[in-house]
């Protein structure tokens, strides 16, 4: 069961895998915005989202930024997960398919792709080291597709997860977000947004850009078709008789984009919590995380928005009528992977 942060112990991408060569590893072309006085937020965010992009595949959204002009774009590599094609729109609107992934670190939940395109603006990579706790950040991100959504707040704490240094943040990094930079007081970028569940808490981390550079330096093409496929049998590919959903747009009838917004923070969350559970060979924990964070979603929901909870419930009760927790399990998450795609396809506006 994928979920964004259940990856292998992988090493980069090897550069064996018979892909042909990106452009060399030359030097980051980046353009300063500011270095001798802390700038506005509105300054930041100004002169940041050119360089802001949406990644789209058939299951998953979220947010990368350019990190140089021919076409490399950073980001979470979770955030590649939903399928073999992977698009990318710019600010100018183009969408871009992804030609390659350059360099993977599921470790650091890090990846760099690479589209087709040249002379798109950049930012600028800062100093991850020099962040202490009570800095400020900026977060820009797409939250359920909207594109630009700045956010700002301060460093929290920097902490250790298993190996990884994170800096928490108190910036809101909604799904959506995650890929999209955190950005100093100069409008740089010192780590990359990513929301974790932990304890029952929604705790915004940011991976430190430090992490990224090597990847930048080393980079080992792979296209993105030998990339999906090789991911799909290292997670045992996606289970053969799933039976997503496919709601008609209606069915968002009376929701809000509020309450849109509420469905998408409580599954994509779920889904980060409950999927590490099935893969650790936990299917019973994962189907009452699951089971659980629909009861409370359904709670939570506005009266007029009755769509998604009549689809919840009848999730809940198919499930509720199998006798093995595997099973189980994979009829909500059809059922939270149909709703997602709903929204998705409402914010596209299909």
């Keep these: ?35 001798h006085r802390p700038l506005t937020v509105a300054d930041i965010a100004a002169s940041a989202t050119p360089a802001i992009v949406t990644i789209r595949t058939s299951k998953s959204l979220g947010t990368g930024f350019v990190v140089r002009s021919d076409g490399w774009i950073a980001t979470n590599l979770h955030v590649l997960m939903g399928g073999s094609k992977v698009t990318v729109t710019l ?70 997860i298993g190996r ?45 850009i430090r992490y990224l550079s090597p990847m930048m330096r080393e980079p080992a093409p792979m296209p993105m078709s030998e990339f999906a496929a090789l991911m799909a049998q290292l997670h ?37 919590a409950g999927a590490p559970l099935y893969n650790d060979g936990r299917p019973d ?5 699951y089971d659980g964070a629909a009861s409370d979603l359904i709670r939570r929901l506005p009266v007029g928005c009755k769509g998604p909870a009549k689809a919840l419930l009848e999730a809940q009760k198919h499930a509720a009528a199998l006798g093995d927790a595997s099973a189980q399990a994979w009829t909500l998450r059809d059922g939270f992977d149909g709703l997602l795609d709903v929204i998705a396809r409402k914010q596209d506006g299909e």
């Design 285 to 289: 924990a994962c189907f009452h995380m």
């Design 91 to 160: 600010r100018d609107q183009r969408v871009l398919s992804v030609v390659e992934v350059l360099a993977a670190s599921p470790e650091y939940d890090l990846a760099i792709v690479r589209v087709d395109a040249h002379g798109l603006p950049t930012l600028v990579i800062g100093d991850s080291d020099a962040m202490r706790p009570g800095d400020p950040v900026v977060a820009i991100g797409n939250p359920l597709g909207l594109e630009d959504t700045v956010s700002n707040g301060l460093v929290s704490a920097r902490r250790k």
């Design 164 to 208: 990884l240094d994170v800096l928490q943040v108190s910036a809101p990094i909604a799904p959506g977000s995650s890929g999209g930079p955190l950005l100093n007081e100069r409008g740089e970028v010192v780590a990359i947004a990513t929301a974790l569940l932990r304890g029952g808490q929604n705790l915004n981390f940011g991976v430190p």
């Design 236 to 272: 045992g590919g996606p289970r053969a008789d799933r039976n997503v959903p496919h709601h008609a747009i209606a069915l968002l009838d009376g929701c809000s984009t509020q309450a849109q917004m509420l469905v998408v923070q409580l599954l994509g969350s779920a889904i980060e």
């Design 1 to 35: 069961m994928t979920a964004p942060r259940i990856l292998p112990a992988l090493l980069f991408l090897a550069a064996c895998s018979g892909a042909a060569k990106s452009s060399g590893p030359t030097p980051v072309v980046a353009r300063p915005i500011a270095t």
